[in-house]
């Protein structure tokens, strides 16, 4: 018993001091630890700082660079000025010019090259790139007042140019600046507009004024009208009121057709059955001027369309026709199949159509004529058939009928897809 206690006495400080220098171990095991994590930071900030010093070398030598870039030779910079210089004008729509006080030409861009179809016109003289002389004389309005800047419309290639000059002055010397910029479309739809207001002013007032006059015939204070009267005064009235409604109609549909909100149903059609369908619609008026229209389509021609709205092309084109026909003629309508698409000619015998106005006509509210349309007519007919026609993928466009023994008469086609 004795010697186990003493046992025991001589084992427990070997058991302290085994479990401290555990604990020690144990201590050293944590202090290794965070040193190699430590150390591993310190790694990572080195490698962070190897690469910030990597960086400040790149960037001192991009800086070196640039120094020795602006540093280059005076030709050099120039050349980079003329090239940005060149850049920008190019990259202009309009065409630029610069000229000298002399009117030479200094410098131009793409589109002025293209414009006088000249690609070398540096030193030479204005008009004779140009051969504007309207140009040379803006030139010098320009040096008589260099504060100001002009601008005045021309007419080039029977397009309109809106042209602005102005004198600059840089480091001694005297430049002359011109852009030309294309407004044609511009003057086209200011043209229309004034064609509008004018049209639709005349179309309004004939039959407003009609209505007025027949209602003051009915209700004369001395001339109490009869019943046979008051019909035929009512019917003049309707008529009247029907051309109203036509005109209110036609500017419906073509600002539908223009805005795309008119829809088109494409199917397999026969041309025949739609040509009968619009000669059946303006049979009063052949009628009254005893004309004859002709359907000369063979039954076998299938185009692919919209049947309504191709019948309204017919009906407005053989409307024109009859309109323009002297009496007791004929108008033909006939198609001929080129393969990819059907040809529809509406032919007849009247005046035809001058050849400088064939483009206009198919402009809104424009009338060839308008003093000997007598009233009748908006100048919207062609310019749907148009819409309509292009809608398709067509084109439509207007001839001399060769026909006629004067070789004149009107010959109006149009094309549409085949089957």
């Known amino acids: 018993m004795s010697e186990t206690l003493e046992n025991e006495q001589k084992v427990k400080p070997l058991r302290k001091k085994t479990e401290e220098r555990a604990h020690e171990l144990q201590q050293l095991q944590e202090t290794l630890s965070a040193q190699e994590v430590a150390l591993e930071h310190l790694k990572q ?71 006088f179809s ?38 080039f290639k029977k397009r309109f140019y809106r042209v602005r000059s102005q004198v600059i002055r840089r480091d001694g010397n005297l430049f002359i600046g011109l852009a030309l910029q294309d407004v044609s479309e511009l003057v086209r739809l200011n043209r229309a507009r004034r064609d509008m207001v004018a049209n639709i002013s005349h179309e309004l007032r004939t039959p407003i004024a009609n209505i007025r006059l027949i209602i003051d015939s009915l209700f004369h204070e001395q001339d109490k009208p009869k019943r046979k009267q008051s019909t035929s005064a009512v019917r003049a009235i309707a008529r009247e009121t029907d051309s109203l409604l036509w005109l209110v109609q036609e500017l419906l549909d073509l600002s539908m057709i223009e805005s795309g909100q008119a829809i088109l149903r494409m199917v397999e059609e026969p041309l025949s059955s739609i040509v009968v369908e619009a000669v059946e619609r303006v049979e009063d008026q052949s009628d009254a001027k005893e004309i004859e229209i002709v359907n000369e389509v063979s039954p076998d021609v299938q185009v692919l369309a919209d049947k309504d709205q191709v019948r309204r092309v017919l009906i407005n084109l053989i409307h024109n ?22 040809t529809v000619s509406v032919l007849d015998k009247g005046p035809g159509v001058p050849e400088e106005f064939r483009e206009r006509i198919f402009e809104r509210f424009y009338q060839v004529d308008p003093s000997r349309s007598g009233g009748d007519g908006t100048g919207l007919g062609l310019a749907i058939c148009k819409h309509i026609i292009e809608a398709h993928g067509g084109r439509i466009w207007v001839e001399d009928n060769l026909e006629t023994k004067e070789g004149r008469g009107g010959c109006f086609k149009f094309t549409l897809p085949s089957v």
Request: charged letters at 30%; zero cysteines.
């Open 45 to 115: 900030e080195i490698n962070q700082r190897e690469e910030a010093l990597s960086f400040l070398r790149r960037s001192l030598a991009e800086y070196d660079e640039l120094l020795e870039a602006s540093q280059a030779d005076d030709d050099q910079t120039e050349e980079y000025k003329i090239a940005l210089a060149l850049t920008l004008s190019n990259a202009a729509y309009d065409a630029l010019l610069v000229v000298d006080e002399n009117t030479r030409i200094l410098a131009s861009n793409n589109s002025a090259e293209i414009l």
């Open 118 to 155: 000249n690609s070398h016109p540096r030193g030479r003289m204005l008009v004779d790139v140009t051969e504007l002389p309207e140009l040379e004389s803006m030139v010098m309005d320009a040096l008589a007042n260099e504060e100001e800047s002009f601008e005045e419309q021309i007419v």
């Open 321 to 342: 026709a009859i309109k323009w026909s002297p009496p007791h003629e004929k108008i033909r309508v006939r198609a001929t199949n080129d393969g990819d698409e059907v």
